[in-house]
């Protein structure tokens, strides 16, 4: 098994530019998750998709936070346009059933700079 | 809401010495309790976790942790540390009444030195 796969990993974008995240969450897994992780604020959830719904969105940040799942085996995070506020380390995870009781897989992270 | 804490932001020991990353938490309900574990440059890797039954759970790597409810601590252990068990720790509880979402803590640092 390959894991949950996010790309790319690396991100060096300019103010005001597009950034599209991708995530391939573990093949079978209903649930996806993206969490950002700074030192500041530790480890933060933005949103929850179950069977490629989008369940709860309260943890993005603003309107310039939007987030996909076309099918069950694709997730992208945008942000339009990103800020220097917005670096940090983007996760994807993705578990099978219930994630309050089932294990998160996480992907590698995204770590994206906005300068 | 529920909360986890981890009261020490890093721990160091000798390798080969016991180990121990403190967490407690505080709950209305049950407490669905977890452990993950961040190595540099990586996603969290799930240790183990507590749902109900045994207050000991053994989990991967040689890892352990003892859910205690009148102390409202789970926290994580090994008998021998190794110098690969470097690394950011968390503890986590499930944020009820959600089914899904879970609470982190702020991660404790573990160095093990050869």
């Known amino acids: 098994d390959a894991g949950v796969i996010q790309s790319p990993r690396h991100e060096v974008t300019e103010m005001g530019q597009e950034v599209t995240l991708r995530c391939k969450p573990i093949?079978?897994?209903?649930?996806l998750f993206w969490y950002r992780q700074t030192m500041m604020r530790g480890l933060e959830l933005l949103i929850y998709?179950?069977?490629?719904?989008?369940?709860?969105d309260s943890g993005m940040p603003e309107d310039r936070f939007s987030a996909k799942m076309p099918n069950a085996s694709f997730s992208t995070l945008k942000i339009q346009p990103s800020e220097p506020r917005d670096s940090a380390v983007y996760f994807c995870a993705s578990s099978l059933g219930l994630a309050g009781v089932n294990e998160q897989y996480f992907g590698p992270g995204t770590r994206l700079t906005v300068t | 809401a529920q909360s986890v804490a981890q009261p020490e932001d890093q721990v160091n020991v000798a390798e080969g010495n016991p180990l121990t990353v403190k967490c407690t938490y505080s709950v209305s309900g049950n407490p669905y309790l977890f452990w993950y574990v961040q190595y540099p440059n990586r996603g969290l890797q799930f240790l183990l976790k507590y749902i109900t039954g045994d207050n000991l759970v053994k989990g991967s790597y040689g890892f352990e942790a003892e859910f205690n409810k009148s102390q409202t601590s789970f926290h994580l252990k090994k008998p021998s540390a190794l110098v690969s068990d470097s690394a950011l720790y968390f503890c986590?509880?499930?944020?009820?009444?959600?089914?899904?979402?879970?609470?982190f803590g702020a991660g404790t640092t573990v160095t093990v030195r050869a």
């Open positions: 998709f179950n069977n490629n719904v989008p369940i709860d």
């Open positions: 093949s079978g897994h209903n649930s």
């Open positions: 986590a509880v499930r944020d009820e009444p959600s089914d899904y979402k879970l609470s």
